[in-house]
């Protein structure tokens, strides 16, 4: 009988700093795995302490705290797996990203992480050591070599671990959710299998922590780069995924093959689960947002109900003069449909009070932008007042092309916690709206069926703080706006090259002029879901003051 190995992999949820209950669930997933009979139980990178720790890891305390977790996780683990976890470890005056097996009621092995990434969201050489390349570690029959993360997009740790006589290779992982990055991994995941002839197995955290989205979506290669296993993206899971050795060595058995969604259900399902875990995981359970009719409030009322119920949700209209009959009708509708909380409270006192107050100082002058934002201000004024009185967290609801841009007011409608919306692009805020009336998963705790009107999708935006207001009275039409704008950010393009693609220099030069001085704003926004390589925050990381501009 050909010889096995069984190892039951952990695609679970840490909370940064909630150490006692991070470990809570490891030991559960040893359990889980105990009575299954596996040989080890692996949990993802920097599972004890949840990830990213940013700076909070390098306080002594904090990770003094995590490195005596796991060595009293490790004195309990006496009867049965081995178990895998990743923590930080500090030791001769240096702080490492660390991989720790434990077994017979101590660490066994540390693996140090030898490659630190240092771009997108992750400044680790800021905060960690490089350590040595660790060689592999015996669990019963199997030779299992283990790169951390990063180390395995690189050549020369995985080679290291096939040259000193590892047989498998067992990565763990805390790799940030973007759009199409699954076939990125898949990339360089076959590249090591093919290098080193062994099989792989990718372990990666699932959850949000602030901006990122942990997607899972773990999996398993042959060598050939032939996929044995793939887990669900977005939830936890365990499974038990078994190898057997035989004449060409060890191979992994087929595995659980979940599918993998498209890149609308994607986004869609990171917005949910960023917006879910950043409320409980901050200890909010209500949540309230201005919904004004427009499409933009529409869609994070949504993706709020999905995240924690529309009964939890509660949806306040805040007319003015300017705001339509349709935008009345609608908000009316969007609320109607998800079933959540509705309240109206109008500003029209409140305004004209501070325009009362305002009168000597404004006298003489032509009504413009000021008395726009008044009404803005007071909208955020009053839905941070119902969120101290009644406990909910404030969303905001800009998308990517108003935050770019600064079509939006600081301390008005960008006021609150949290937006879902902070790297979707208007265009695709239209799309995703469709997708949501067509689509409905059981991950979703918000209804069934067409809960955004056609109306609310198809008129042309507007912010209504004055007459017959249209978006694109300030802006470019947005399918113009979005495509400079992904050109400039997500490309970093110069404006002869968006220029020499077609489109009109004096409009591009207007966005790139309305993306460099809004700057400050996006300084102060809330955060919100990273879904691109150039989401605003640690992506894409300008000065506030900045004269510079491309005249080429």
Known sequence: MAERFRLTLAQLNPTVGAIA??????????????????????????????????????????????????????????????LGIGGPWAEGGRLYNAYFILRGGRIEAKMLKHHLPNEDVFDEVRIFDSGPI???????PLRLGTPVCEDAWHEDVAETLEETGAEVLFIPNGSPYRRRKIDLRMQHMVARVVETGLPLIYLNTVGAQDDQVFDGASFALNPGGKLMMQLPPMVEAITH??????????????????????????????????????????????????????????????????A??????????LPSEYTSAHSLEDAAAVANALGCPYDTVPIEGPRDAVETALGGLFAGTKPGIAEENIQS????????????????????????SEVAVGYCTIYGD??????????????RVFETCRWRNRNHRDWMMGPAGEVIPPRVIDKPP??????????????????????ILER????????????????DRATVKKVEHLLYISEHKRFQSAPGTRLTTMAFWLDRRYPIVNRWRDEG
Request: charge should be negative; glycine fraction near 10%.
């Open 488 to 503: 400039l950010i997500e490309g970093e393009q110069s404006v002869a090259e968006i220029v020499a693609a077609g489109f």
């Open 414 to 427: 960008m006021a609150g916690g949290y937006n879902p919306l902070k790297d979707l692009y208007k265009t």
């Open 21 to 82: 209950d991070n470990i809570a669930k490891a030991r559960a997933a040893w359990e889980d795995g105990k009575a299954a009979g596996t040989d080890i139980v692996a949990l993802p990178e920097m599972f004890v302490t949840g990830y990213q720790t940013q700076d909070l890891v390098r306080r002594p305390a904090f990770r003094r705290d995590a490195m005596a977790a796991v060595e009293a996780l490790a004195a309990t683990v006496t009867d049965g797996p081995a």
């Open 134 to 140: 660790s060689g592999p570690y015996r669990i019963g």
């Open 308 to 317: 924690i119920g529309p009964e939890n949700v509660r949806c306040v209209m």
């Open 377 to 400: 201000r007071l909208r955020g004024l009053i839905l941070m007042a119902i969120s101290n009185k009644f406990g909910g967290m404030l969303l905001t609801t800009g998308n990517k």
């Open 462 to 483: 507007s912010a209504e703080l004055r007459d017959n207001q249209k978006d694109q009275d300030s802006l470019p039409p947005y399918e113009v706006l979005d495509a």
């Open 241 to 306: 995924l078994d190898l057997e050795n035989g004449a060409d060595g060890w191979r992994i058995l087929p595995g659980e093959m979940a599918p993998q969604p498209d890149d609308w259900e994607q986004d869609y399902h990171a917005m949910v689960l960023s917006l879910r875990d950043y409320l409980r995981k901050s200890g909010f359970g209500k949540v309230l947002l201005g919904l004004s009719g427009g499409i933009d409030s529409a869609l994070v009322a949504t993706i709020a109900s999905d």
